[in-house]
């Protein structure tokens, strides 16, 4: 009931609250204010792929609401044994009232969420869905325009297997956004993601071209090469390195335009960027923070209070 697997788990409706949410939860995200409302509690947090973020923040969400963290990863778990995805998730069902689940194979979300009775967040499988990560970048993006609402949007890079961009690209056009998607022709968008996103009504224009759309953009999402995801080395070398975003680049774009990345970055992102208004990356990954708590408290079933003091 209260799983996250894919966008198409939460209504435009259910977005909105999340997000409304995650902003009341702000002071208590940022340690001002200690909210207690998961405690006694238990998260698992299952990382059977490297994390920096969607690890860190769901540990933080959880704790700064008053709850306990069980975090599980291939090394130094009994994975390394050869132990089953559903023989662990069975122990996971026993040990914690919700989990989190990152898992190089796409489906593996899913297939948790069937093996087991308590809530799954799937914070990102192969190269499927990162829903979390959506629910954050909608966040940022609302933060910084107002609104969702007929939003330009460009994603650059690795649009074939680029997780992020496949939640996110569903959850904008479902707020009438416009998006414009720049990748090399062997990283395009999935055919049947842009199927689906011309059929919840998309404006999708597909381009190798980056700079001609910089200047009408409301949000450039900048996305790495995710070279651990290429059947071979070669391949990978062809497109690597083959979009770079610098602070020359957006001189000339809208002044509330946001550059947004869901990190970690490789050199598809200069660091000249940062220093400028558009850049907002590390703000998104803090937003992190209160929008997963938002997400435990649904998954938990436990009602975010209007106001916080
Ligand atoms: N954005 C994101 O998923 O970052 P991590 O891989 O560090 O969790």
């Known amino acids: 009931m209260g799983d996250l697997i894919t966008m198409d788990?939460?209504?435009?409706?259910?977005?909105?609250?999340?997000?409304?949410?995650?902003?009341i939860l702000l002071p208590v995200a940022r340690g001002e204010i200690y909210l207690p409302l998961l405690e006694g509690k238990v998260l698992g947090n299952l990382f059977f792929e490297n994390s920096t973020r969607t690890r860190m923040s769901f540990e933080t969400a959880?704790?700064?609401?008053?709850?306990?963290?069980?975090?599980?990863?291939?090394?130094?778990?009994?994975?390394?044994?050869?132990?089953?995805?559903?023989?662990?998730?069975?122990?996971?069902?026993?040990?914690?009232?919700?989990?989190?689940?990152?898992?190089?194979?796409?489906g593996a979300a899913q297939y948790s969420a069937d093996a087991v009775d308590i809530?799954?967040?799937?914070?990102?499988?192969?190269?499927?869905?990162?829903?979390?990560?959506?629910?954050?970048?909608?966040?940022?993006?609302?933060?910084?325009?107002?609104?969702?609402?007929?939003?330009n949007v460009m994603m650059v890079g690795d649009l074939r297997y680029g997780r992020t961009t496949h939640s996110l690209s569903h959850a904008l056009v479902r707020f009438g956004a416009k998006l414009t998607l720049v990748s090399p022709k062997s990283l395009k968008m999935p055919s049947e993601i842009v199927s689906d996103l011309k059929n919840h009504g998309g404006e999708i224009n597909e381009t190798e071209d980056m700079a001609s759309s910089i200047d009408s953009a409301d949000v450039i999402y900048m996305t790495r090469i995710q070279k651990e995801r290429f059947p071979?080395?070669?391949?990978?070398?062809?497109?690597?390195?083959?979009y770079k975003l610098n602070a020359n680049d957006i001189e000339g774009a809208k002044s509330d335009m946001i550059v947004m990345h869901p990190l970690p970055r490789v050199n598809e992102l200069h660091a000249s960027v940062d220093s400028t208004k558009h850049a907002k990356y590390f703000q998104q990954a803090f937003n992190g923070v209160p929008t997963r708590m938002a997400l435990l408290c649904r998954g938990l079933g436990v009602k975010v209070p209007r106001k916080v003091k």
């Open 9 to 23: 788990d939460l209504s435009n409706e259910e977005i909105i609250q999340i997000l409304d949410d995650a902003n």
């Open 119 to 151: 809530p799954i967040l799937n914070a990102g499988d192969g190269a499927g869905n990162h829903p979390t990560q959506t629910m954050l970048d909608l966040f940022t993006i609302r933060e910084s325009h107002g609104s969702l609402e007929g939003l």
């Open 62 to 106: 959880m704790k700064r609401l008053g709850g306990e963290v069980l975090n599980l990863s291939s090394i130094g778990s009994s994975v390394a044994k050869g132990e089953t995805l559903y023989d662990t998730m069975q122990m996971v069902d026993g040990y914690s009232d919700i989990a989190v689940i990152r898992h190089p194979n796409q």
């Open 232 to 242: 071979d080395e070669e391949e990978y070398t062809k497109v690597a390195g083959i």
